[in-house]
């Protein structure tokens, strides 16, 4: 496919000399020591129980609610300017 190309194009398919080899930096995986993973059990009393949660309320707004509402937080933002 690239034989048709012109010759100043041909560098750019060309390919790319291949990576040197670099020793690890650092030592072994299994003899490395990393943080430690530990579990949630100790937040589990934080959360809460769904079934006593009320659901969440939806908001719905018209478009003319909202255009009424989003005029009035203009005149406010301007009225303090």
Known sequence: MTTGLPPNLLPLF???PP???LPPVDREIKTRKG???EGISQYVTEF???VND???TAIFQSREEKKKR???ERKVFFFFI
């Open 48 to 50: 809460t129980d769904p």
């Open 70 to 72: 989003l005029f009035e």
């Open 54 to 56: 009320p659901p969440p």
């Open 14 to 16: 060309a390919p790319r």
């Open 35 to 37: 943080p430690t993973l």
């Open 19 to 21: 990576l040197t080899y």
